[in-house]
């Protein structure tokens, strides 16, 4: 089977590698001529561990192709997936105008029968909208039919979700477009995955959903992290003893400083500006939001105490620049929400990142950037932990204390052992630790 992916984002190239390493042939395919020769010679522009050479893989065994020519993609294929973004408009509502060009495209240079397949994250009725743009444009007597596949790819352990993924959701309106996107699936299907089989509209919820829910998780427990620092309990106890309920689970019981990256923070208030266009308030969602926002101010006043005054001539040091590890994604990312707040304190920065300075320095162009976690540390009045890489999670604490000007951790993340901490001589502060 042939198919094509319009996007190479995020969600287009693990897709399209993926699909290409179960034996299809696949054509991604991008607008961007300078990002689609940067893959046709082998360099993936984004970083998720594994995808670059899953990628040079079946690259070189004719499996995967880019172009910036759809019309040919599209001809060749049996299956189109449009995987480009959605950002979100000042109202929150996802932007959707990239979605509906692609469709149009696609719609021009329909050959044969096709299925149009999203894989965008997108509001209930954008199907709708894709074929109403879609017959406006196709040749007279064209065929296709219009189908959501929503992604659940985690950044950072992409490649593993996509292989061995806990559940396949396909919203289809007709048996011809059901049966062929089953057959695409079929190596997984075969496994024993479950597959849910429902219409477009409520697969488009069914992403929102998921996120939402996942997000009201983690502020959840930040909410009650901020009570635990006030009530002098440790809210690691308290997640472990509610997350070892199977009804709840342990998963997104971590405190931080608020969700970030490019699907949470777009699709929670995605999903509320879609509620309230309906007449319809999602108060968890929006409480949720919240909470979320208010995690930043919540950090910012940890690091203001260990700080003290004046602030004119201090140093700190920030671990993690990324919203979550195993990525270099920066976008939304409360690590570098605080970054900024920190030098608005007229405090100066040096920071690190195991994968992200290069996107970093453009985005922080006053501050002073390491690869070294304690060249980093050097000379600082406050080391602030905002990312929870594996790298930090084994500091050397003794060796921390002997290059740092005043020994203070704000522990943004809870990889410390605060009772170290402390006799290692450090003033610290966790998230929820009492």
Known sequence: MHIAIVGTGYVGLVTGACFAEFGVNVTCVDKDVAKIALLEEGRVPIYEPGLEALIEKNRRAGRIRFTTDLKAAVQRALVVFIAVGTPPNPDGSPDLSQVEAVAAQIAEALDGYK???????????????????????????????????????????????????????????????????????????????????????????IKYASNAFLAMKISFINDLALLCDRLGCDVADVARGMGLDSRIGNKFLSPGPGYGGSCFPKDTQALAHLARSHSHALRIVEAGIAVNADMHDAMLGKIKTLLGEPRQGKVAGLLG???????????????????????????????????????????????????DPYETATGCDLLIIATEWNLYRRLDLERLYAVMRTPAIADLRNVCDPAQARRAGFRYLGVGRG
């Open 115 to 205: 299925v149009v397949v999203t894989k965008s994250t997108v509001p209930t009725g954008t199907g709708q909208a894709i074929r109403r743009v879609m017959e406006e444009r196709c040749p007279a007597g064209a065929s296709f039919s219009v189908a959501s596949n929503p992604e659940f790819l985690r950044e950072g352990d992409a490649i593993n979700d996509f292989m061995r993924p806990e559940r396949i959701v396909i919203g289809c309106a007709d048996a011809q477009a059901n049966a062929i996107l089953r057959d695409l699936y079929g190596p997984l299907l075969q496994t024993g995955v479950p597959l849910v089989a429902t219409t477009v509209e409520t697969s488009e919820l």
């Open 321 to 371: 620049l990324t919203f979550k590890p195993e990525t270099s994604d920066l976008r939304e990312s409360p690590a570098l929400a605080i970054a900024q707040a920190v030098q608005a304190l007229g405090v100066t920065l040096r920071a690190s990142d195991p994968v992200a300075i290069p996107e970093a320095r453009m985005l922080l162009p006053e501050a002073d950037f390491y690869e």
